[in-house]
């Protein structure tokens, strides 16, 4: 299943397209603090549990929910994968697939086809912006 099919499941499933209140639905622990600055946001897999930290400290709150969403999109679609360990330990194209399509979820989960439905009227960048996606991930959203 793709990734924009995987959002609209999600989102008929629990009637909502807040990363937060997914990840509570599915059952994956969110953990708010500090993680000194290196990245806004991470996904872990330990013992069978699902885990997003956000960094409250430096990530701008403007980009919190997309990072959620990005982070909710490691958890659902690379499970198992540990991108902390791709990217500190490889040079592997993997890595870059694994990012790519947690950013797509994002933007899927973000920008879904009920939302642009909903405020047909205003333009991508202007929805987009509403939400917190960066203007760069706008080419992923697919119409």
């Not at 872990?44 to 400290?57: A, G, H």
């Not at 690379?78 to 791709?86: G, R, V």
């Not at 950013?103 to 929805?127: M, P, Q, R």
């Amino acid at each position: 299943m793709d990734v924009k099919q995987k959002v609209l499941r999600l989102i008929r499933r629990y009637h909502t397209d807040d990363p937060l209140r997914l990840a509570d639905a599915l059952g994956i622990h969110v953990i708010y603090g500090d993680l000194g600055g290196v990245r806004y946001g991470n996904y872990m897999r330990y013992k069978r549990e699902k885990f997003i930290f956000l960094d409250t400290n430096t990530t701008p709150p403007g980009l919190l929910t997309y990072v959620a969403a990005h982070e909710l999109g490691h958890a659902v679609c690379t499970p198992t994968a540990n991108t902390t360990w791709l990217r500190s330990y490889t040079m592997s194209v993997n890595a870059d697939i694994v990012e790519r399509k947690a950013n797509t979820f994002a933007v899927e989960l973000l920008l879904n086809d009920y939302y642009l439905k909903e405020y047909a009227d205003c333009g991508l960048e202007i929805l987009g912006a509403t939400k917190g996606v960066p203007l760069e991930m706008l080419a992923l959203k697919r119409v």
